[in-house]
């Protein structure tokens, strides 16, 4: 067979390329051309792969993925750069026997079905709303996604839980925390600003958390299978933890998109640091065009690095608890800054925090505290995973839990429709930023 070009993935394969390779020389190919693409990086697969381009120049290309431009466009480069007649594909270890097709119908091919691309871009209303859910994750499902009884009824029990964190915690806690927020910074006390910043943190979490809840049950109701987009972060006992469970789906965006193509950890330590700030600068700036966002974004960014690179093993020895609230304190000072209209209402605000001008306590604290203390210890119980394991393994275990949990579902859904029917209209916080 003649004049035959593969075409090969290359990425996190050292051990297996060889085979594959290997499996194209046994061919009995009178002439043919091999084209590699990697993913940029500069690791084992690479060294491997460029052994053999040097063994075979004239057949062989090693096409470097840099710009990170995705799998059309590198698909693209690779069949303009192969000349067969017959074009193969790696499979696994083995090259597959190629097939005859023109170059324009694999072009063609490369690119999905637009009503596949336009199901997926429509499928949240808003691009930046969360979970983020990349094409390559909701592809396969938009062409497959069986509509289940089991599926339904947990998109429906998730949908209602998204539900109430939204109707019955973050409306309610907000009531507090914008209450004390319009307080002048004179009138704010110590526990006032505790006690707003406290407000601001549970009523951030359960808006952005009950909305994710919400899509994704939905999604699970008509058949589709997201990953968790916020993983109980209020548990954490690092900064690091903390931001491998809040939004997920962002982090990982920034990485896949940011992080990893500026070179991520791979390229010293200097510039480890430089790609960290980027990341956490843009972060800041991807929430909002103000100051407060940017401030924001760099506070986390050195709180990283002081982790990563100056007080790990400090850390390390601390006891759990001990790290879980001074995880939990950085992190409030760290929403002052992403509520506040200024820098200066910032540091003011945290200022109060820690007594500077103003008294301990005062009437006004003492009120809203007195009016919201059930809500922030739901609030507080709700933010661990004990109520979710507790209920779960009660569905997996007692036919009657699952009867019970039909009614119990059905009052919380007459609750929140009464409280929205009786409330003011109130969007997610998630759609400002």
Request: hydrophobic residues 50%; neutral net charge.
């Amino acid at each position: 067979m003649a004049n035959v070009s593969v075409i090969m993935g290359i990425y996190n394969c050292a051990d297996t390329l060889p085979k594959a390779i290997d499996s194209l020389l046994a061919q009995t190919f009178t002439d043919w051309n091999l084209v590699m693409c990697d993913d940029g990086s500069r690791d084992a697969t690479y060294e491997v792969a460029e052994r053999y381009r040097r063994t075979y120049p004239e057949r062989i290309t090693l096409l470097k993925n840099e710009q990170n431009m995705g799998l059309n466009y590198t698909l693209n480069r690779c069949l303009s750069i192969a000349d067969g007649a017959y074009i193969a594909r790696q499979d696994g270890d083995d090259v597959s026997m190629p097939t005859r097709f023109e170059k324009e119908a694999a072009i063609l091919d490369a690119f999905p079905d637009i009503a596949i691309v336009s199901t997926a871009m429509t499928y949240f209303d808003e691009i930046v709303s969360g979970p983020i859910v990349q094409y390559a994750e909701m592809e396969p499902q938009l062409r497959d996604h069986p509509v289940t009884r089991e599926g339904f009824g947990t998109g429906a029990r998730l949908f209602l839980i998204g539900l109430a964190k939204k109707v019955l915690l973050a409306n309610t806690l907000g009531t507090t925390f914008y209450a004390l927020s319009a307080l002048p910074m004179t009138q704010l006390s110590t526990l006032s600003a505790w006690l707003g910043a406290v407000c601001y943190a549970l009523m951030l979490y359960f808006d952005f958390s009950g909305y994710s809840d919400m899509a994704i049950g939905l999604a699970s109701m008509f058949g589709f299978r997201f990953g968790k987009n916020f993983d109980y972060p209020y548990v954490s006992q690092s900064i690091t933890e903390f931001w491998r469970r809040w939004h997920i789906s962002l982090g990982a965006w920034f990485r896949d998109y940011v992080y990893i193509p500026c070179g991520g950890s791979r390229a010293g330590t200097a510039r480890t640091i430089a790609n960290l700030l980027l990341v956490w600068l843009l972060t800041g700036i991807w929430h909002g065009a103000n100051w407060t966002f940017l401030l924001w974004g760099v506070y986390y960014g050195i709180l990283l690095l002081l982790e990563k690179f100056v007080l790990r093993r400090v850390l390390e020895h601390l006891p759990g608890l001990l790290r879980h609230v001074l995880t939990l304190l950085l992190v409030l000072i760290g929403w002052v800054f992403f509520f506040s209209s200024s820098p200066a209402a910032a540091f003011g605000w945290i200022g109060r925090m820690f007594g500077s001008g103003s008294a301990l306590v005062d009437a006004t604290a003492k009120y809203y505290l007195a009016g919201c203390w059930p809500l922030l210890l739901v609030g507080a119980i709700g933010s661990f995973p004990v109520v979710s394991h507790v209920g779960t393994n009660l569905l997996r275990r007692s036919k009657a839990w699952q009867a019970f949990s039909v009614v119990l579902f059905l009052a919380l859904l007459l609750l929140c429709i009464a409280l929205m029917m009786n409330d003011t209209y109130s969007t997610f916080l998630y759609f400002q930023f």
